[in-house]
Every structure is written in C-alpha cells, then in structure tokens.
C-alpha cells in the first residue's frame, strides 16, 4: 500500500522560495504514474498546483507556471516542490498526491505552510 | 483557467438523496470524460470517491454515484447519512495540460 509524506519548513519569509519534498513508500516512484501537488489555502478551497510524471516531464497551474518547479529524486524515492517569489497568498496546506489515470487515489496528510516574516 | 462552479452548500434530511453541481465548459467537463470527486474532511486530505464521471473507486460505498450532461457533472449521494456532513469537491481535465477543482460544496445532514 503507497503512503506519501509531506515534509520541509514550515514558515517562509516573504519574497523566499518554499521548498516541499514528498517520500514516496510502498512503491516507486519510476512506474507510470504522475506525482502531484494540490495546495489549500486556510478555510478555502482546493488548488491544483501542477504533476510531474517519472520521466520528469511536468505540467503546471498556468496561474503558478512562471514561480514553480517540480523535480524528482529517484534514488530517495521522493519528489519535490519549489515555489519561488512567496507571499502570504502562498501560505496553505499542501498535499502531494499520486495521479494515476486521471485520478488522485493517494493522499499524503498535508503540510502547512505559513509565509511570514 | 478558472475554477468550476459548485454550490457553495446544500442540505438533506437523512434517508434522502442529494445532488451536488459542477458545472464547467465545453474545454473541461463538458469535453472530456475525466472528472472526479472528493470528499473532505476537516484537518483531513481530501478522498476520492468518483472518477471518470462515473466509477467508484473499491470500497466506496454505492450510494455515492456520479453523471454528467452537457458542461455538468453531479454527485448524487442516495440515502443520506449524519456520516456524510463534510465539503465535496469536483476536479476535471481544463484543456491542454491543464486541470481545475471546483469551489467545493459543504453538504448539511439536518
């Protein structure tokens, strides 16, 4: 049974970069599933931040293409977040979740994240 | 790309059968069949329980169903349960590479 985990700093400064990692457990990453974020701003609704696919290929939310990127570490069985320029809209609850033919099916727990200085 | 349009909430006594709304365009719900459905749970992730318009995933339970005409996807949740009180929220493919949640919907159990 796959399990995700969110993990990394849970304050940011304004203007900084957020950085999330995702560990991947109970299989690999390297199998044809795509990898994704979903973040949600306290007591609002759900955002699509965008997936990465084993091969590396991304697709991102238009609104957050030019301050995002994905990345993967195979070897550590884990993905990765970073989005750049943050401000206090950023700060929200991110999810890392599988997406496996057109669905998400697995869920990490979430991690907040508060931008503030 | 802009959010799907979802009731902010509806309500239903127990027993009864609810539908929830998603309506979109002809680039996302509407032109493909790949939406889904969450339920979510406050301090919780989000589940599936609908995908691919229709299915359910294994172990969720057959009274939630969903459908689709024309730009509008549904969920309808048959013999309501107190268990069911939570937000409910619609995700479709928006077009090139692209995918969009709805509002989400808090349904009440009276």
């Known amino acids: 049974q796959v399990q995700l985990q969110e993990s990394g700093p849970g304050l940011v400064e304004p203007s900084g970069t957020l950085s999330l990692t995702c560990a991947v457990s109970?299989?690999?990453?390297?199998?044809?599933?795509?990898w994704s974020w979903v973040r949600q701003p306290p007591g609002k609704g759900l955002e699509w931040i965008g997936k990465i696919y084993h091969t590396g290929v991304t697709e991102y939310n238009p609104s957050l293409k030019s301050r995002v990127n994905f990345s993967l570490d195979k070897s550590k069985n884990q993905f990765s977040l970073n989005l750049k320029s943050v401000t206090a809209a950023d700060t929200a609850v991110y999810y890392c979740?599988?997406?496996?033919?057109?669905?998400?099916?697995?869920w990490g727990p979430g991690f907040l994240v508060t931008v503030s200085s | 790309q802009s959010a799907l349009t979802q009731p902010a909430s509806v309500s239903g006594s127990p027993g009864q059968s609810v539908t929830i709304s998603c309506t979109g365009t002809?680039?996302?719900?509407?032109?493909?069949?790949?939406v889904s459905w969450y339920q979510q749970f406050p301090g919780n992730a989000p589940n599936l329980i609908i995908y691919?318009?229709?299915d359910r995933p294994p172990g969720v339970s057959d009274r939630f169903s969903g459908s689709k005409s024309g730009n509008t996807a549904s969920l309808t949740i048959s013999g309501l349960q107190p268990e069911d009180e939570t937000t409910y929220y619609c995700f479709s493919f928006s077009g090139v590479r692209t995918w969009v949640f709805g509002g989400g919907t808090k349904l009440t159990v009276l």
């Open positions: 979740a599988r997406d496996g033919d057109f669905r998400f099916d697995t």
């Open positions: 002809g680039t996302d719900v509407g032109g493909f069949n790949f």
């Open positions: 109970g299989d690999s990453i390297n199998i044809e599933y795509w």
């Open positions: 691919h318009v229709t």
